[in-house]
């Protein structure tokens, strides 16, 4: 059973930091990709950032240059450093992992609050 646990979450004001953590536990390999995903209230989930086992980082035109995506893959875990942050990246941020089987597995959320 794969389990991905995050953390990192909280309240911040416009301008502040945080670093979201996702730790994937389980009878795990390898891992092809990581990424972060943030749904907002009244919003579809969106793909913040993904990074593949290969090194390659993919970002939303929205978070570019504020948002930095790293994983470590010997701890299966993904890190998301978020500087810069705005009231509109309010969201719950969550963590997905694809696996080379093809299955995908979410986390359970960690909830983002930036205050003006």
């Known amino acids: 059973q794969v389990q991905l646990v995050e953390s990192g979450g909280g309240l911040v004001q416009a301008g502040g930091s945080l670093r979201l953590s996702c730790a994937a536990s389980?009878?795990?390999?390898?891992?092809?990709?990581m990424g972060w995903y943030r749904q907002a209230p009244g919003k579809q989930r969106e793909l913040v950032a993904t990074?593949?086992?290969?090194?390659?980082?993919n970002y939303a035109d929205s978070v570019k240059g504020r948002f930095t995506i790293s994983r470590d893959n010997a701890k299966n875990t993904v890190y998301l450093q978020m500087n810069s942050l705005k009231p509109e990246d309010t969201a719950v941020y969550y963590c997905?992992?694809?696996?080379?089987?093809?299955?995908?597995?979410w986390g359970q959320g960690t909830q983002v609050t930036v205050s003006s």
């Open positions: 990074a593949t086992n290969g090194g390659s980082t």
């Open positions: 389980g009878i795990i390999f390898s891992i092809n990709v």
């Open positions: 997905k992992i694809n696996l080379p089987s093809g299955r995908a597995y």
